[in-house]
């Protein structure tokens, strides 16, 4: 079976055990590591691998070909996306007319800054640049953006570069919808059998749970050079009881955040029906 997910800690950490055969009576996987922008639009064009991981944000393109599974992704409280500036200011409306480096015009990421900028930045946004989520840091270091949208283990690693916090977006949609923040789904075409399929990642999740210390080499292999403590930082963040399954806060989540986005004209207006798996 072909999967298509990204190289950070998390996807790796989740998928570790059946990528390595470990999972009784699951298919071989033939696994590409893609950014998620790439993923995104992989699904939108209906060329990608059998199951991906993409944004919950890019969901709409893609839910009449693509089944949404209740597992695998990443989901939660406390791990939103960030917007950090090279400058102290905590000011969004110095944000009005500049320019801001996004990871993908499809993600999640961007979806909650765009419905943040529309209440907090007036005048609007000057610019959006797409960039691949470990540029984006080092651009706003160096004075080539005025501000970036940061995901992943930027979280932990953003003062290295010596930057600021303005806003974490995580926050700023718990505070305003009571909601934990969908991230990133996994998908399986919907001529394959979805429950399977969960159940498989299930049992992924579950091994890796049991035996945290078994994809380490895994892990470490695929994250771009980060330090040990940051991966396990990432992973304890971003694996969570969401992972396992998204349970109903977690569809009352993504269809809160897709609805609203629908409304406001950011995402095509989608049935909420074709988000719970058949």
């Known amino acids: 079976m ?27 996987l033939d696994v590409t590591y893609a950014d998620i922008d790439k993923t995104n639009h992989w699904a939108a064009d209906g060329i990608g691998p ?33 917007v950090l500036t090279a400058s102290s200011s905590q000011d969004p409306a110095s944000l009005a007319g500049k320019r801001v480096a996004v990871p993908s015009e499809r993600s999640t990421a961007y979806l909650l800054f765009r419905l943040w ?3 907090k930045v007036p005048g609007g946004i000057g610019e959006i640049v797409v960039m691949p989520f470990h540029e984006i840091m080092p651009a706003v270091r ?47 075409r919907r001529s394959l059998d979805a429950k399977a399929i969960s159940e498989w990642i299930r049992a992924s999740v579950k091994y890796a749970w049991a035996h945290p210390d078994a994809s380490r080499e895994y892990v470490l292999s695929h ?9 396990k930082q990432h992973i304890d963040l971003y694996v969570n009881e969401f992972t396992a399954d998204l349970g109903e806060d977690g569809y009352a989540a993504i269809e809160g955040l897709l609805t609203r986005a629908a409304k406001e004209g950011l995402v095509p207006a989608f049935d909420p029906k074709l988000l719970r798996m058949p």
């Open 2 to 28: 072909n999967i298509a997910y990204s190289p950070c800690p998390n996807d790796t950490f989740v998928f570790h055990a059946w990528a390595h055969g470990l999972i009784p009576g699951a298919p071989e």
């Open 223 to 231: 994250s771009q050079e980060m330090a040990p403590e940051v991966a």
């Open 142 to 188: 160096d004075g080539k953006i005025d501000a970036g949208l940061v995901i992943h283990e930027a979280r932990f690693t953003y003062p290295n570069y010596g930057l600021s916090l303005m806003a974490d977006m995580g926050s700023w949609w718990e505070e305003d919808t009571g909601l934990p923040i969908p991230l990133g789904a996994i998908i399986v």
């Open 50 to 82: 059998e199951v991906l991981k993409i944004s919950y944000a890019a969901l709409p393109w893609v839910l009449k070909d693509y089944a949404l599974l209740p597992c695998g992704g990443a989901l939660g409280r406390g791990c939103g996306p960030l």
């Open 117 to 119: 900028a529309a209440q």
